[in-house]
């Protein structure tokens, strides 16, 4: 009996039925759509820790999005295994006509979806992508010369401007269902069957409205719930940006909605630099002498630094998944400043442990603060620990929080370094790195 067929919508940072571009486009394009989700085992095996709480996250998700289709007689088609390997098994028991996926942007994706891409075209099977997860992309943003900005203010401003010239375009899809493939009786891998088990973190909410009226005035206070939180849910789609920005726009203060754009300019940056991810955005601030001692690399991943902002950070990141983004900065100005610890393994650290890591607007992130990125200010800005706790926690709520024992000299650690021998200190190895 010959194979009916079909198109595969390829959910992976997407994971949501509503205002989802390439899923509209695919239920428009005349066949029954196999809604598919992979869990990529290339990723997924290199996680050391099998209570991942994002792995957790993504089942849920797919879980939810399952008994949605369900209710109009559909399901998730769920894979565990490699890309190579799912649409291997995928063009055998399909014939699959389409695939339809939205745009990713990191160097993985990419190398993989022009795998793909090859194998696709082989059997006759055309492969079409769109964006989704940003509002521009690529080449949409770029000077007037045709080159990409590498400068946040004037990229922010032409962002708006094309903003106000195209405005934005929702994609209904959720209206659509009816058009996937009638079978209901799928399954969904269980976490214990794909080798994790469930974490004891806990996921933020979608609800976002409440803090951005106040936003610019309270979001570098971290012991204000004064930020959004929905990192976790930008990265996998399970809110659309076109929603957000569309809220952005209807508040008076801009100040969220900027931060929208920080994160489509490092998307940009990742892009046209993908060298970036691994290498330093300023070829120069490679040749750093980085000291990379291992003790207070350990030191500050426990966060037994003697800094208690910086340890208040470091324990809010290992116990939540989650570290405010004023703090962020000063941890990783801390490592690599004063402990002269290479940027990229702050960065990989990150990377196990943010439910919201977003590659490129990690190592956009790290690289400020290590000087070597997409910043105008001059190499020797170096946070002091001290003076910013007085501006950020005068009260000192967030640090007593996360380190309790600080109040105590004789159970809180000794600063492991001196800011003043440790400001001193960068400031001569920098020096010396950008003069060869």
Known sequence: MPKAAVTIFWFRRDLRLGDNRGLFEALNAGLPVVPLFIFDRDILDKLNDRADARVGFIQQEISALNDELKAVGSSMLVKHATPAEAWEELLTEYEVKNVFANHDYEPYARTRDEQLATLFSQKGIAFHTFKDHVIFEKDEVVKDDGKPYTVFTPYSRKWLQRLSET????????????????????????????????????????????????????????????????????????????????????????????????????????????????????????????????????????????????????????????????????????????????????????????????????VGGWQWAAGCGNDAAPYFR??????????????????????????????????????AFARERVLSVYKKALEK
């Open 167 to 362: 405005g934005i375009k929702t994609y209904p899809s959720e209206t659509l269902l009816a058009s996937c493939e009638q079978l209901k009786n799928r399954e969904i891998p269980s976490l214990e069957s794909m080798g994790f088990e469930p974490s004891s973190i806990s996921i933020p909410g979608k609800e976002y409205t409440n803090v951005l009226a106040n936003y610019g005035k309270n979001r570098d206070f971290p012991a204000l719930p004064a930020t959004s939180r929905i990192g976790l849910h930008l990265r996998f789609g399970t809110l659309s940006i076109r929603e957000l920005v569309q809220t952005a726009q209807t508040v008076a203060d801009k100040t969220w909605l900027m931060e929208l754009i920080w994160r489509e300019f490092y998307f940009t940056i990742l892009w046209h630099f993908p060298h970036s991810a691994t290498q330093a955005f300023k070829p120069a601030y490679d040749r750093i002498e980085w000291r990379n001692n291992e003790q207070e690399f350990a030191a500050w991943c426990a966060g037994k630094t003697g800094y208690p902002i910086v340890d208040a950070g470091m324990r809010e990141l290992n116990t939540t998944g989650f570290m405010h983004n004023r703090v962020r900065m000063i941890v990783a100005s801390f490592l690599c400043k004063h402990l002269l610890i290479d940027w990229r393994w702050g960065e990989a650290y990150f990377a196990q442990k943010l439910l919201d890591y977003e590659q490129s607007s990690n």
């Open 382 to 419: 170096v946070f002091n620990p001290t003076l910013q706790t007085q501006k950020f926690d005068a009260q000192l709520v967030y640090v007593k929080k996360w380190v309790p024992e600080f109040s105590d000299p004789f159970t809180y650690s000794k600063p492991i370094v001196d800011h």
